[in-house]
Nanobody, 117 residues
């Protein structure tokens, strides 16, 4: 059974930092592209960042230079370091694992990130 367990959300002031982590189990980690999506109230879910098994990463334009996605294959985890947070980063953040061979997506339960003074 595939499980993606997220942690690290919370409330932070503008300009602050948060680190989101996602631990994956039940999958072959080298077969998946790992990513973080977010969904703000009234908006569609959007891809924030993703990273392949070889470490190549993609970032949403609005988070480039502020967010860093890393992957620890030995621990089957990914971490999203979010710096210089803005109120517009407020959303529920979801961990995603895309199995490139089975073409299947797995999702975490979501973690709330709120940026507010």
């Amino acid at each position: 059974q595939v499980q993606l367990v997220e942690s690290g959300g919370g409330l932070v002031q503008p300009g602050g930092s948060l680190r989101l982590s996602c631990a994956a189990s039940g999958i072959i980690f080298s077969n998946v592209v790992m990513g973080w999506y977010r969904q703000a109230p009234g908006k569609q879910r959007e891809l924030v960042a993703r990273i392949g098994s070889r470490g190549s990463a993609y970032y949403l334009d609005s988070v480039k230079g502020r967010f860093t996605l890393s992957r620890e294959s030995a621990q089957n985890t990914v971490a999203l370091q979010m710096d210089s947070l803005k109120p517009e980063d407020t959303a529920v953040y979801y961990c995603n694992a895309h199995d490139v061979y089975a073409n299947v997506d797995y999702w975490g339960q979501g973690t709330q990130v709120t940026v507010s003074s």
